[in-house]
């Protein structure tokens, strides 16, 4: 009977310790939240994709929340996601000058945060990590090709579809496009700025500026759905081709478009990439690993010719989830 007895304290005794062990385990994985400043826009979705892919392969759970375009929305989920105990964040602001009490707020919780997309506001140091594109090189590049598609058309007049101003990231495609075209020869006679990046909106102001400014040869996308909406446009006035285009981002839409020549080139942004990378680094940050604070990643141009190149598709690979 002793020895029986002795048998069902070591089985439960055993059973404890696995349960502790399990207890253990669970408290020890950690969570990341995705805070998008809109899951309306494509992008920000597949930013949240690569954010989540990372976190599984890590371990990690995800938790993800949209903050509707507005500030006091992205600093309630910021608090509520803190409160529901994550242990990091990676984030898509609303706009880079809407950081400052949010990096604030988080330095305070201790809580790691890396930038996806768009970076925070110029003199802020309070975050871990900074995943974005080199927008001002990749500004210049832009500004370069387009400049070059106007005056293969026989002109120098560019127009712009902007991304909002207040974005760290549009300000630096920006000084690096007025510096190509100021190098280059071309003048960019009208810069419209988005609020919604809707292919609507494109379409809207793609119409307004042709129509104040008919002897522009060439536009610039700031972002996808601007390449789509000039495209849209160019087709309705019967202009496709005789007005470039080139646009950043790069979607399943604007591949499409280059392959019929309607766009001239595109940018490629590695959206589930720096979802990707963010996670890597708040994940470095928990573990005590070594960190890079900001990366900047390149934006590779790819023109038709070279859309279905290897090159070109290990590129698309980080742009947008194999799905779209």
Not at 147 to 167: E, F, H, I, T, Y
Request: with cysteine; glycine share 8%; aromatic share 6%.
């Amino acid at each position: 009977m002793r020895k029986k007895l002795n048998g069902w304290l070591a089985m439960a005794a055993g059973a404890a310790l696995v349960a502790l062990s399990s207890v253990a385990h669970a408290e020890e994985k950690k969570t990341v939240a995705y805070l998008a400043p809109s899951l309306d826009i494509s992008y920000w979705q597949w930013v949240g994709f690569g954010v989540k892919q990372k976190a599984e392969e890590l371990g990690m759970d995800y938790v993800e929340f949209t903050s509707e375009n507005s500030p006091a929305k992205q600093m309630d989920n910021a608090r509520t996601a803190v409160t529901k105990g994550v242990d990091a964040i990676v984030i898509g602001p609303v706009s880079s000058t809407s950081t400052p009490p949010l990096l604030a707020y988080l330095k305070s919780q201790n809580i790691p945060i890396a930038f996806a997309g768009i970076g925070p506001q110029p003199g802020q140091t309070d975050y871990t990590s900074s995943v974005t594109a080199n927008n001002y090189e990749t500004g210049k590049a832009q500004g370069s090709f387009v400049c070059a598609l106007a005056k293969d058309r026989g002109g120098n007049k560019v127009g712009m579809l902007s991304l909002p101003q207040d974005r760290e990231n549009a300000q630096k495609y920006l000084k690096g496009a007025q510096e190509a075209f100021a190098a280059d020869g071309c003048e960019l006679v009208q810069m419209l700025e988005t609020r919604g990046l809707t292919v609507n909106e494109a379409v809207t102001q793609a119409n307004d500026m042709l129509t104040a400014h008919p002897d522009i040869k060439a536009i610039y996308g700031m972002y996808d759905e601007a390449g789509t909406g000039a495209a849209k446009v160019l087709e309705t006035r019967g202009l496709t081709g005789k007005i470039g285009i080139a646009v950043a981002d790069g979607s399943p839409t604007t591949i499409a478009l280059l392959k019929a020549n309607a766009i001239q080139g595109i940018f490629f942004q590695e959206a589930v990439g720096q979802g990707i990378d963010g996670t890597q680094q708040v994940f470095n940050a928990l573990t005590k690993a070594p960190v890079e604070k900001d990366l900047a990643l390149v934006m590779p141009l790819v023109t038709a010719d070279k859309i279905d190149t290897a090159e070109a598709k290990a590129v698309i690979a980080r742009v947008f989830p194999p799905s779209n």
